[in-house]
C-alpha cells in the first residue's frame, strides 16, 4: 500500500495556515495594545530604566538656591518671615542673575508682603500659582494665586506637577489649561524667558538630568553673603525647598527609588527648554510599525532557522527592542518598547504550540499509514497509553527502528554486491557507495559527480556515449572500456519514492573485462582463420588444382610454411600470456645467427644475402630460448620478404650500457608512414607487391616476446632506403 501522495506537502500547507492566523492574531493584540496603552503600566518601568541609562546634561545656567537642612537649623523652622525673602531677592538682584524664580506658595498675607512686593519689584521675579482639580465647593476647578500685593509686583506661571497614575513623575506641561474657554497659563519656567518648544499644552516628557545635577548653594549662604556676586551673575535662579521634612518631593525616573525636589524638577523643566529636550511621541503610524516589526521578522524567520535558532533570534530582537528605546531617548524620542515585546512573547510560544500540534497530527497521520505499509508490518503490540506524546512516541520509536533495520539490510546488501555501486541524489552528487566502488575508484567519492566520475573513468571515445546514456537510461544498459584497460557494463536505475517522487539514482557497473577478452580473442582467431590463414590454404589448392606438369612445389611449400609459421606464432602468443617466464643464458648473436641460417634457404631462392655483424663480444641476455629464436626469426624473415631480388639483409648485434641491440636493416620500400604507429598490432599489414603479403601477426609477436624479456622493439626508415628494427634487450647479470 502506498502513501498518500504529497504528505509533506499537505504538512507545509497545514504550516502556512497556521503561520498566517498566528501572525494575524499577534499581530491584531500588537496593534490592540497600541492603541489601547494596556502596556503603559510596564513601558513607564522601561521609561524610567532606560531614563537612568541615558539622562539629560545638566545646563550651566540654571542656579537653585536650596531651602535645606543647613538653613532651616541656622533660620528656625519653616515658614519663615517674608523679610527673609525679601532679603534674599536683595542679595540676589546685587549680583545680576537673568532671572529669579521664587517656587514657593504665598497665598496666605502676611505683615512684611509690602517689603517683599518691593524686592520682587527690583528683579524680575516669578511666582507660581496652582490649580486645584477639582476645586472646593462643587467647582470643576480652582485657581490659587499668590497674595494680591505679591502677584502684582511678579510673573505669574503655574507650577502643578504632573503625577502619573503609579505616583512618579515623567512629563509636564508648557501651560495649563484646566477648562474649555479659558485662557491657558504658561508653565513657571517659560514664563521667565526660557527659549525653547513646546507642545501645546499637551504633556510631554521629560528627559532628567541626574539627582543633583544642578548647581546648587544653601539659602542661607546666599542671605550671609557668602556666595560671591560673580556665581550668581547671568544665571537662572530657582529659589525652592529641597529639605527632607518640607514634602515639597516626588518619584521621578532617575531618583532609584527616591524623591526629587519640587524645585529640582523645576530646574529639570527649565533644562528641556533650554535644550529642547523634551521627549517625543513619534505618530501612531510609526509606533504601529516599530511594535509590529519585530514579532513579523520572528514569524518571517521561523520559515529560515531551527526552533533553538528561533528562540535565541527571539531573544535578541527583546534586547534589541530595549536597546533601540533606549537609542530613540537618547536622541529625545520614546517609542514604547512594550507592544514590541508583548508580540515577542506572544508568537514565539503561539507559533510553537501551533507547529508542534502540526506536527503531531501530520506525524499520527502518517505513522497510521506506516503501520499498514506490507513492507514494514508495525504491528507489535505495545502496552495502551493515555497519553497522546507518550503514545506517539512509541509509534514512532518502533517506525524508527524498523526502519533502522530496513536501512542495515539495504547498506549491507550494497556493501556485498561484487561490482561498484553508485548512489546520487538528484543534483547528481555521489552520497553512498559499496566498497567495490571505493577500492575501483578511490575513497573519496561522497559529494563527487557521478556523471562526471563515469565519463572520466572511460576511454575519451566512450564518454560521449556515457553522456548520452546517463541522459537517457532508457536503452537498459551500455558497455565502456575503461581508461585502465578494464571493460563495464554500466547500467542506472532510477530511486523513486512511495509517493511517486523521484529521489536520485543508482548507478552498477559490472566488470566484463575477461568477458571482453575473451570476445576480443574470438575476434581475433576468426580474422586469423578467414584471412591469414585462409589465403595460404586457398593458394595451395589452386597451385594443387593445376597439371601435374605445372605444380609449383615450391611455392606450395612456402604457402604451407607461412600457414604452420602463422599458427605457431598464434600458440606461442597463446602461451605466453598463460605462462611464467622462466629464462636462461643465451648468447644473443649466437641465436640470432642460428635465425639467420634458418632462413637461407628461403633468402637464397631469391638472391637475398643476409650478413650477420657481431660486435657484441659474446653477451649474454636472459631469454626463453625458444620463443626469442622464433622472434629473430620473425624479423628476419619479414626483412627477406621485403627486400628486392638480389638484395641484402644486415643484422648488427652490438652492446651499449647494459645492453644488447640487435638491428635488422633490408633495403625494400620502406615502411608506409601511415601504417608506422600501429605497425606492432596485430594484423597490421603493408601490401608489397604480388609476391610478398604481409601476414601481420609476426611483428606483434615479436614485439609481445621483447616485451616479455623486458626490452625493447622500434622501427624506423633507414637511410639510403629501406627499413631498420631494433630491438634492445638487457644484458644477463648473472652470466
Same mark, same amino acid.
Given at each position: @500500500?502506498?502513501?498518500?501522495?504529497?504528505?509533506?506537502?499537505?504538512? %507545509?500547507?497545514?504550516?502556512?495556515?497556521?503561520?498566517?492566523?498566528?501572525?494575524?492574531?499577534?499581530?491584531? *493584540?500588537?496593534?490592540?495594545?497600541?492603541?489601547?496603552?494596556?502596556?503603559? #503600566?510596564?513601558?513607564?518601568? +522601561?521609561?524610567?530604566?532606560?531614563?537612568?541609562?541615558?539622562?539629560?546634561?545638566?545646563?550651566?545656567?540654571?542656579?537653585?538656591?536650596?531651602?535645606?537642612?543647613?538653613?532651616?537649623?541656622?533660620?528656625?523652622?519653616?515658614?519663615?518671615?517674608? &523679610?527673609?525673602?525679601?532679603?534674599?531677592?536683595?542679595?540676589?538682584?546685587?549680583?545680576?542673575?537673568?532671572?529669579?524664580?521664587?517656587?514657593?506658595?504665598?497665598?496666605?498675607?502676611?505683615?512684611?508682603?509690602?517689603?517683599?512686593?518691593?524686592?520682587? %519689584?527690583?528683579?524680575?521675579?516669578?511666582?507660581?500659582?496652582?490649580?486645584?482639580?477639582?476645586?472646593?465647593?462643587?467647582?470643576?476647578?480652582?485657581?490659587?494665586?499668590?497674595?494680591?500685593?505679591?502677584?502684582?509686583?511678579?510673573?505669574?506661571?503655574?507650577?502643578?506637577?504632573?503625577?502619573?497614575?503609579?505616583?512618579?513623575?515623567?512629563?509636564?506641561?508648557?501651560?495649563?489649561?484646566?477648562?474649555?474657554?479659558?485662557?491657558?497659563?504658561?508653565?513657571? @519656567?517659560?514664563?521667565?524667558?526660557?527659549?525653547?518648544?513646546?507642545?501645546?499644552?499637551?504633556?510631554?516628557?521629560?528627559?532628567?538630568?541626574?539627582?543633583?545635577?544642578?548647581?546648587?548653594?544653601?539659602?542661607?549662604?546666599?542671605?550671609?553673603?557668602?556666595?560671591?556676586?560673580?556665581?550668581?551673575?547671568? &544665571?537662572?535662579?530657582?529659589?525652592?525647598?529641597?529639605?527632607?521634612? +518640607?514634602?515639597?518631593?516626588?518619584?521621578?525616573?532617575?531618583?532609584?527609588?527616591?524623591?526629587?525636589?519640587?524645585?529640582?524638577?523645576?530646574?529639570? *523643566?527649565?533644562?528641556?527648554?533650554?535644550?529642547?529636550?523634551?521627549?517625543?511621541?513619534?505618530?501612531?503610524?510609526?509606533?504601529?510599525?516599530?511594535?509590529?516589526?519585530?514579532?513579523? !521578522?520572528? @514569524?518571517?524567520?521561523?520559515?529560515?532557522?531551527?526552533?533553538? $535558532?528561533?528562540?535565541?533570534?527571539?531573544?535578541?530582537?527583546?534586547?534589541?527592542?530595549?536597546?533601540?528605546?533606549?537609542?530613540?531617548?537618547?536622541?529625545?524620542?520614546?517609542?514604547? #518598547?512594550?507592544?514590541?515585546?508583548?508580540?515577542?512573547?506572544?508568537?514565539?510560544?503561539?507559533?510553537?504550540?501551533?507547529?508542534?500540534?502540526?506536527?503531531?497530527?501530520?506525524?499520527?497521520?502518517?505513522?497510521?499509514?506506516?503501520?499498514?505499509?506490507?513492507?514494514?508490518?508495525?504491528?507489535?503490540?505495545?502496552?495502551?497509553?493515555?497519553?497522546?506524546?507518550? =503514545?506517539?512516541?512509541?509509534? !514512532?520509536?518502533?517506525?524508527?527502528?524498523?526502519?533502522?533495520?530496513?536501512?542495515?539490510?539495504?547498506?549491507?546488501?550494497?556493501?556485498?554486491?561484487?561490482?561498484?555501486?553508485?548512489?546520487?541524489?538528484?543534483?547528481?552528487?555521489?552520497?553512498?557507495?559499496?566498497?567495490?566502488? =571505493?577500492?575501483?575508484?578511490?575513497?573519496?567519492?561522497?559529494?563527487?559527480?557521478? $556523471?562526471?566520475?563515469?565519463?572520466?573513468?572511460?576511454?575519451?571515445?566512450?564518454?560521449?556515449?556515457?553522456?548520452?546514456?546517463?541522459?537517457?537510461?532508457?536503452?537498459?544498459?551500455?558497455?565502456?572500456?575503461?581508461?585502465?584497460?578494464?571493460?563495464?557494463?554500466?547500467?542506472?536505475?532510477?530511486?523513486?519514492?512511495?509517493?511517486?517522487?523521484?529521489?536520485?539514482?543508482?548507478?552498477?557497473?559490472?566488470?566484463?573485462?575477461?568477458?571482453?577478452?575473451?570476445? =576480443?580473442? %574470438?575476434?581475433?582467431?576468426?580474422?586469423?582463420?578467414?584471412?591469414?590463414?585462409?589465403?595460404?590454404?586457398?593458394?595451395?589448392?589452386?597451385?594443387?588444382?593445376?597439371?601435374?606438369?605445372?605444380?609449383?612445389?615450391?611455392?606450395?611449400? &612456402?604457402?604451407?610454411?607461412?600457414?604452420?609459421?602463422?599458427?605457431?606464432?598464434?600458440?606461442?602468443?597463446?602461451? @605466453?600470456?598463460?605462462?611464467?617466464?622462466?629464462?636462461? #643464458?643465451?648468447?644473443?648473436?649466437?641465436?640470432?645467427?642460428?635465425?639467420?641460417?634458418?632462413?637461407?634457404?628461403?633468402?637464397?631462392?631469391?638472391?637475398?644475402?643476409?650478413?650477420?655483424?657481431?660486435?657484441?663480444?659474446?653477451?649474454?641476455?636472459?631469454?626463453?630460448?625458444?620463443?626469442?629464436?622464433?622472434?629473430?626469426?620473425?624479423?628476419?624473415?619479414?626483412?627477406?620478404?621485403?627486400?628486392?631480388?638480389?638484395?641484402?639483409?644486415?643484422?648488427?648485434?652490438?652492446?651499449?650500457?647494459?645492453?644488447?641491440?640487435?638491428?635488422?636493416?633490408?633495403?625494400?620500400?620502406?615502411?608506409?608512414?601511415?601504417?608506422?604507429?600501429?605497425?606492432?598490432?596485430?594484423?597490421?599489414?603493408?601490401?608489397?607487391?604480388?609476391?610478398?603479403?604481409?601476414?601481420?601477426?609476426?611483428?606483434?609477436?615479436?614485439?609481445?616476446?621483447?616485451? &616479455?624479456?623486458?626490452?625493447?622493439?622500434?622501427?624506423? #626508415?633507414?637511410?639510403?632506403?629501406?627499413?631498420?628494427?631494433? *630491438?634492445?634487450?638487457?644484458?644477463?647479470?648473472?652470466?
Amino acid at each position: @500500500m502506498k502513501s498518500e501522495p504529497g504528505g509533506s506537502a499537505g504538512l %507545509r500547507r497545514r504550516f502556512r495556515i497556521e503561520w498566517a492566523w498566528v501572525t494575524a492574531l499577534a499581530s491584531a *493584540i500588537i496593534v490592540a495594545t497600541v492603541l489601547g496603552g494596556w502596556t503603559r #503600566p510596564a513601558d513607564d518601568l +522601561l521609561y524610567d530604566a532606560a531614563m537612568r541609562l541615558a539622562p539629560a546634561d545638566a545646563d550651566s545656567s540654571l542656579l537653585i538656591v536650596a531651602i535645606d537642612e543647613p538653613s532651616l537649623e541656622a533660620l528656625g523652622r519653616w515658614p519663615w518671615p517674608r &523679610r527673609l525673602h525679601a532679603e534674599l531677592l536683595d542679595r540676589l538682584a546685587e549680583a545680576r542673575p537673568r532671572s529669579i524664580t521664587l517656587d514657593l506658595l504665598l497665598t496666605e498675607p502676611a505683615a512684611d508682603d509690602p517689603a517683599l512686593a518691593a524686592a520682587m %519689584r527690583a528683579a524680575p521675579v516669578g511666582l507660581p500659582a496652582q490649580f486645584l482639580i477639582p476645586g472646593r465647593d462643587g467647582r470643576a476647578f480652582e485657581r490659587i494665586d499668590p497674595v494680591p500685593a505679591l502677584a502684582r509686583a511678579a510673573r505669574i506661571g503655574h507650577a502643578n506637577t504632573l503625577i502619573d497614575s503609579d505616583g512618579t513623575v515623567r512629563s509636564a506641561a508648557s501651560c495649563f489649561n484646566p477648562a474649555p474657554g479659558i485662557a491657558p497659563l504658561q508653565h513657571l @519656567m517659560r514664563i521667565q524667558g526660557t527659549p525653547g518648544s513646546g507642545n501645546g499644552c499637551a504633556p510631554q516628557r521629560l528627559r532628567f538630568a541626574p539627582p543633583e545635577s544642578f548647581a546648587t548653594i544653601s539659602y542661607v549662604s546666599v542671605l550671609r553673603g557668602e556666595v560671591p556676586p560673580a556665581l550668581i551673575a547671568g &544665571r537662572r535662579v530657582l529659589i525652592g525647598m529641597t529639605a527632607q521634612g +518640607l514634602g515639597d518631593r516626588y518619584p521621578v525616573p532617575v531618583s532609584d527609588g527616591g524623591n526629587m525636589p519640587g524645585v529640582e524638577i523645576n530646574a529639570n *523643566i527649565a533644562n528641556a527648554q533650554l535644550q529642547d529636550a523634551w521627549v517625543h511621541s513619534p505618530s501612531l503610524p510609526v509606533r504601529l510599525a516599530a511594535a509590529l516589526a519585530p514579532a513579523w !521578522l520572528l @514569524m518571517i524567520a521561523f520559515w529560515r532557522i531551527r526552533p533553538r $535558532a528561533g528562540s535565541l533570534l527571539a531573544l535578541a530582537l527583546m534586547l534589541a527592542t530595549l536597546a533601540i528605546s533606549t537609542a530613540a531617548l537618547a536622541a529625545h524620542w520614546w517609542i514604547a #518598547p512594550g507592544p514590541a515585546l508583548l508580540g515577542l512573547a506572544l508568537v514565539y510560544p503561539l507559533w510553537g504550540w501551533r507547529r508542534l500540534q502540526a506536527t503531531s497530527d501530520y506525524m499520527g497521520g502518517e505513522l497510521a499509514r506506516l503501520e499498514q505499509e506490507e513492507a514494514l508490518p508495525l504491528t507489535r503490540q505495545d502496552p495502551i497509553d493515555t497519553d497522546h506524546v507518550t =503514545r506517539q512516541a512509541r509509534q !514512532l520509536a518502533r517506525a524508527i527502528a524498523q526502519l533502522r533495520d530496513l536501512k542495515r539490510l539495504v547498506g549491507d546488501a550494497l556493501a556485498g554486491l561484487p561490482d561498484p555501486a553508485l548512489v546520487s541524489d538528484l543534483a547528481g552528487r555521489i552520497v553512498l557507495t559499496n566498497g567495490a566502488a =571505493r577500492s575501483a575508484f578511490g575513497d573519496e567519492l561522497e559529494g563527487v559527480d557521478a $556523471a562526471a566520475l563515469l565519463a572520466d573513468i572511460g576511454l575519451p571515445m566512450a564518454r560521449q556515449t556515457i553522456a548520452a546514456y546517463l541522459a537517457s537510461p532508457a536503452q537498459g544498459h551500455i558497455e565502456f572500456e575503461a581508461r585502465d584497460g578494464r571493460a563495464f557494463v554500466l547500467r542506472r536505475a532510477a530511486i523513486i519514492s512511495a509517493d511517486g517522487q523521484p529521489q536520485g539514482q543508482i548507478d552498477y557497473l559490472t566488470d566484463i573485462t575477461a568477458i571482453a577478452l575473451a570476445r =576480443r580473442e %574470438r575476434e581475433r582467431m576468426l580474422q586469423l582463420l578467414s584471412h591469414d590463414m585462409r589465403a595460404p590454404q586457398a593458394a595451395i589448392l589452386a597451385l594443387l588444382a593445376q597439371d601435374d606438369a605445372g605444380i609449383d612445389r615450391a611455392r606450395i611449400a &612456402r604457402h604451407a610454411r607461412q600457414t604452420l609459421t602463422l599458427a605457431d606464432s598464434f600458440v606461442d602468443l597463446a602461451r @605466453m600470456q598463460e605462462r611464467g617466464f622462466d629464462p636462461e #643464458p643465451v648468447i644473443a648473436a649466437d641465436l640470432a645467427s642460428e635465425a639467420a641460417d634458418s632462413l637461407w634457404p628461403i633468402a637464397q631462392q631469391r638472391g637475398v644475402q643476409i650478413t650477420v655483424i657481431d660486435e657484441s663480444d659474446c653477451a649474454f641476455v636472459a631469454a626463453e630460448r625458444e620463443s626469442l629464436f622464433r622472434a629473430f626469426v620473425n624479423l628476419i624473415d619479414n626483412a627477406v620478404k621485403y627486400s628486392p631480388d638480389q638484395g641484402e639483409v644486415k643484422v648488427r648485434i652490438d652492446c651499449a650500457a647494459d645492453q644488447v641491440r640487435l638491428s635488422v636493416r633490408d633495403h625494400g620500400k620502406g615502411i608506409d608512414p601511415a601504417i608506422l604507429p600501429r605497425l606492432f598490432e596485430r594484423f597490421a599489414s603493408d601490401g608489397a607487391g604480388d609476391m610478398v603479403k604481409g601476414i601481420g601477426l609476426g611483428l606483434n609477436y615479436v614485439a609481445a616476446v621483447v616485451q &616479455r624479456h623486458g626490452g625493447t622493439i622500434t622501427a624506423q #626508415p633507414a637511410n639510403g632506403g629501406g627499413a631498420e628494427f631494433i *630491438i634492445t634487450l638487457p644484458l644477463d647479470a648473472s652470466a
